[in-house]
């Protein structure tokens, strides 16, 4: 999206940009010149372990203009989900590098970090090597923890120099965070995170023989050297990738297989883009996601990214939404996902990215969001350290907690609340949160399993019974599947007993002129011609729904929830329609209490959101006990 033709891939969820490092340097010298401010960083195993431990940090990279892969196991990665990086890009090889086109083209360079002997001696080997190289300046602060470091002194330097590359070695996640932290005082085109690579270009670590380099065993090399210090940084590392790696690499096979069916087809809600894309999210697919984001940015609008229909989503697809986000935030602007299905929000959760992209329901969820994302909260007092706040960042679990902590450490800095104290209510705080959300979903889960079992084993003679009489019947199957759409627009099977003569589907279009609900979505008539005598009955008693307690044991539906439509049914539904698909399915609803099939569309739209803004454990029970006397008397059915 800005990077002319290379791609992102995201891995460990890291967005890590493919490029050679001739490109890298070319990439570089392209934000350079862009006229704004940028970050890269160049990302390790270490780099990952770090991020997946802190999602701060993460979320850091994830904003960085350019990722490339430093370290060895991220490109053997790469080449395990289907999609190898061009070539492994290390921070001791693109200073030369920097330092070569710093000599042909005047950018300046200033060096941060390292000792002052490391320093002075690195520039006077790339001097000698390159000549014409312009240093504009190098400081090698005191060694201090991040938050006591003197960034005016720092910055001062800086300034005074004008550079335009900075590198700054003070290792990962010191280097990111500071750069970070101090972006919007920071007038430098390009910031670059280089770790220890003044120190090997010094002299003082020896770096591996060329062979080992092409070999990617430098690794081995460097724990030779420090084995004190890169041993256990290592095993760490090892055990980060032997966490994360098979459970990625799971997610990614239990995926469909690739489609190309479907387009991609964009919709724009007041000042947000709605980009709905097609099955299979990969390569040229990509390019189309990122055409769409150029619109949306040259238009200055708000994305949403509705996933509804894509059931496969491979690293590409992952890096191009990593990348989305990025440049729909640089603009300003906030980027959200809607219609996860199952098997893509597993694939986000195992690629350690679900944290970086908001997630909502619906299109029309989140362009209220959206809505109030371009709202900021004011800073007010006892808040001054803390200013606006980013509130696509606060509704992610991660940005939450950030904002729980920084709004008691904002009333402990001006006295309301001091040490432990503020800890503990901070704690109490998150206790309280995840109780609240994941408690009553736990309870409701867990009622939906254990009351579907049991009765699932209490009917299973009178089902056996009703299956037999349908196929004396008519001798055809007992059970009607049919496809129906549950949360978030995830299609599912769906049982019935079958009350209907064996070609109702296809007589359906002769009747629509007698359709109940008119020219609505829904179709429902009295005294259809297609019941069968048994169906007739069932039909009454709403028996031919019981088999859905298998869904709901399989957890694509809950006993309690609006009912499940039909995928012709949503291809015409509004936005404020979809919000139906917020929450689960049910086999009963607050409609199914109050007049059944007799309602309009309409108006069980009106009682379904009802439900959804009002929904708790009990009310689920007390529609459970309202479902019993309508079934008995058959009120509404038909």
């Known amino acids: 999206m800005a990077r002319g033709k290379t791609e992102t891939v995201a891995l460990f969820g890291l967005p890590i940009t493919n490029v050679t ?6 990439e570089i010298e392209r934000l350079i010149l862009s006229g704004s401010t940028h970050q890269v960083a160049t990302a390790n195993l270490d780099f990952v372990r770090n991020a997946l431990k802190d999602a701060y940090l993460q979320r850091i990279i994830c904003e960085c203009s350019l990722v490339v892969p430093d370290g060895a196991p991220i490109v053997w990665a790469s080449k395990l989900f289907g999609k190898p990086l061009a070539q ?5 090889d693109l200073v030369p590098r920097l ?8 950018y300046g360079i200033f060096f941060l970090g390292s000792t002052d002997e490391n320093s002075g001696r690195a520039i006077d080997v790339l001097r ?4 014409g190289m312009n240093i504009v300046g190098r400081y090698s602060p005191e060694i201090r923890s991040l938050d006591e470091m003197d960034d005016d002194e720092i910055l001062r330097r800086i300034e005074d120099a004008n550079p335009d590359v900075l590198l700054v070695g003070f290792g990962n996640p010191k280097q990111e965070k500071w750069i970070h932290r101090n972006r919007g005082r920071l007038r430098v085109p390009v910031s670059i995170g280089i770790g220890g690579s003044l120190d090997i270009i010094a002299g003082s670590l020896q770096r591996a023989p060329l062979w080992m380099q092409k070999a990617d065993l430098e690794w081995v090399f460097r724990m030779i050297q420090e084995p004190g210090r890169l041993f256990p940084r290592y095993a760490k590392d090892a055990v980060a990738l032997l966490r994360y790696l098979p459970m990625g690499l799971l997610a990614d096979a239990l995926q469909p297989r690739r489609s190309i069916a479907g387009e991609t087809i964009t919709a724009v809600h007041g000042a947000t883009r709605i980009v709905t894309l097609p099955a299979s999210l990969y390569e040229d697919r990509c390019k189309e996601l990122e055409r769409e984001v150029e619109t949306t940015v040259r238009l200055q609008q708000s994305l949403v990214v509705d996933l509804s229909r894509t059931t496969r989503v491979e690293a ?8 989305a986000r990025r440049v729909v935030r640089m603009a300003g602007k906030t980027m959200w996902v ?4 199952r098997s893509v929000s597993r694939l986000f959760e195992y690629a350690a990215i679900k944290e970086m992209i908001p997630v909502a329901t619906t299109p029309l969820e989140a362009a209220r969001f959206v809505a109030l994302s371009e709202r900021k909260l004011a800073p007010s007092k006892g808040f001054s350290s803390i200013g606006a706040y980013d509130f696509e960042n606060m509704l992610t679990d991660s940005g939450r907690w950030s904002l729980v902590d920084q709004l008691y450490r904002g009333y402990g800095e001006s006295g309301y609340v001091k040490g432990h104290f503020r800890t503990f209510r901070v704690g109490l705080k998150r206790y309280n949160w995840f109780m609240a959300f994941n408690g009553a979903k736990f309870f409701k889960r867990s009622m939906d399993i254990v009351l579907s079992f049991l009765a699932l084993v209490a009917l299973f003679p009178m089902f056996l019974l009703i299956a037999l009489i349908i196929y004396l019947e008519d001798g055809g199957p007992a059970l009607f599947w049919q496809t129906r759409v549950g949360l978030w627009g995830q299609e599912f099977r769906f049982p019935k007993f079958r009350s209907m003569v064996l070609d109702a589907e296809e007589r359906k279009t002769e009747l629509l002129s007698e359709n109940h609900h008119g020219s609505g979505i829904t179709f429902k008539m009295k005294e259809d011609p297609r019941v069968t005598r048994i169906g007739a009955i069932i039909r009454k008693l709403s028996i031919d729904e019981f088999p ?13 929830g609006p009912r499940p439509p039909m995928p012709y049914e949503v291809a015409r539904y509004t936005l404020q329609d979809r919000r139906r698909l917020d929450v689960k399915p049910g086999l009963t609803c607050i409609w199914q209490v109050s007049g059944r099939g007799e309602l309009a569309f309409d108006k069980q739209v009106m009682l379904d959101m009802q439900y959804i803004e009002n929904h708790s454990i009990l009310l689920d029970i007390t529609l459970l006990f309202k479902t019993i006397p309508v079934i008995i008397t058959g009120h509404g059915a038909y």
């Not at 809607?338 to 299905?341: A, L, P």
């Open 316 to 323: 590409d697809g992952l890096g191009s939404l990593l990348e």
């Open 548 to 560: 859905q307690l298998w869904c709901v044991l399989r957890g694509e539906m809950s006993l309690v």
């Open 21 to 26: 490092a001739t490109e890298a340097v070319a």
């Open 128 to 131: 000698a090597i390159y000549p």
């Open 338 to 341: 809607t219609g996860m299905n």
């Open 88 to 92: 492994r890009v290390t921070g001791v």
């Open 99 to 106: 330092a070569e086109l710093s000599a042909d083209r005047g």
